[in-house]
């Protein structure tokens, strides 16, 4: 097994499938099995999901919404695909526990990189939600920061793309995919890997990154094993 303990980052915008906005309850169940089957494999998970499918606070912003309110609906929105990822886990039979970055009980209890351990060594997989509960941050750059707190060996970030490009495959039929690639290049080249503070973050404290396609089924537990399908971005 190629990682021991892992943070999984999900982006909002795939939980929607095909619907376009909201969660989609077979994507969500196919990400559930994806992520029971490799804790059945004893990896140490911890997740951070994005809230792009239900409200991005910086296009409120756009829109004449107060910044910090936006980011903090934004916030709220990452807790209801926790809820949501957490119910379809524990409906096949995969204890977890979300953690938020707010004060919210009983919804969740509040955060700390002991509890997120500790439940992760008993074979929880843990959900951290709310992002890093302040404003002006992603969950990108929330999930740099879990990632490093709880210790991980690599953020394996699930995508609708299968691994880093030179531009946007899905808008330039000419893009190439990078096998492997620096932190200093990623940002030097501009790429949309994830927002520069997240990358930083990363960078600074050696927490490497792998890219992936999350939404064919069987990925996850193929990077697990070691097979290459996707990007990895290192100092």
């Known amino acids: ?34 992520i029971k089957e490799i804790a059945d494999m004893g990896v140490e998970i911890g997740i951070v999901i994005g809230g792009g499918n239900i409200f991005r606070g910086l296009s409120g912003a756009g829109k004449g919404f107060d910044r910090v309110k936006g ?6 929105a990452t807790v209801i695909n926790s809820l949501g990822l957490s119910s379809a886990l524990e409906a096949i039979g995969q204890k977890t526990k979300v953690l938020t970055a707010i004060r919210m009980e009983p919804i969740g209890e509040f955060y700390n990189k002991w509890k997120a351990i500790e439940a992760m060594k008993q074979g929880m997989v843990v959900i951290m939600s709310a992002g890093t509960g302040n404003p002006y941050f992603t969950t990108d750059t929330g999930s740099s920061l879990r990632g490093i707190e709880i210790e991980a060996d690599v ?27 620096t932190y200093q290049d990623v940002i030097a080249k501009g790429l949309k ?3 520069v503070t997240a990358t930083a973050m990363c960078m600074q404290n050696n927490l490497p990154i792998y890219v992936f396609n999350m939404d064919i089924v069987g990925n996850l537990k193929k990077v697990m094993e070691g097979e290459e399908i996707g990007t990895l971005v290192h100092n």
Do not use: W
């Not at 980052?9 to 099995?33: C, F, M, P, T, W």
């Not at 299968?162 to 096998?179: Q, S």
């Open 71 to 76: 980011d903090q609906m934004g916030m709220c």
């Open 155 to 181: 953020m394996l970030k699930g995508t609708r793309v299968d691994g880093v490009y030179t531009a946007d495959p899905e808008k330039d039929p000419t893009a190439t995919k990078f096998h492997d690639i």
């Open 1 to 34: 097994m190629k990682f021991k303990r892992i943070l999984l980052k999900l982006s909002g915008e795939s939980l929607q499938g095909e619907q376009g906005y909201g969660i989609d309850v077979n994507r969500l169940n196919d990400y559930a099995r994806q």
């Open 193 to 195: 890997v994830m927002d």
